[in-house]
């Protein structure tokens, strides 16, 4: 499994991104999900898509600004992100499980991982 993240800019605090996350090949039943990680702190989890019924799940500090969907036609899931805030300034990355787990969020779950695309709020 191949993933490539893109989306990451500079951005003030309150605007908006869109992050993009191309998988290949498909992965089907398996999450994918957006972690992130800021200098000096460890990978968190943000949010994640689970099987292809696409029930999505956030962490508390992001939910109700981020929202994350997938096109499965075209192998792609977004991370909408809306009122950002300097706090949310991190590397983002994509990533695949490793198996069939009810929401998972720990990164040890994942084995498939994408390059990262950065994010920088100021404010």
């Known amino acids: 499994v191949q993933l490539q993240a893109s989306g990451g800019g500079l951005v003030q605090t309150g605007g908006y991104l869109r992050l993009s996350c191309q998988r290949s090949p498909p992965t089907g039943y398996y999450t994918t999900a957006w972690f992130r990680q800021a200098p000096g702190k460890e990978r968190e989890f943000v949010a994640g898509?689970?099987?292809?019924?696409?029930?999505?799940y956030y962490d508390n500090s992001v939910k109700g600004r981020f929202t994350v969907s997938k096109d499965s036609a075209r192998n792609l899931v977004y991370l909408q992100m809306d009122n950002l805030r300097p706090e949310d300034t991190a590397v983002y990355y994509c990533a695949v499980a490793d198996g069939l787990y009810n929401y998972p969020r720990l990164p040890s779950r994942y084995a498939y991982w994408g390059q990262g695309t950065l994010v920088t709020v100021s404010s």
């Open positions: 898509i689970n099987r292809a019924g696409g029930h999505a």
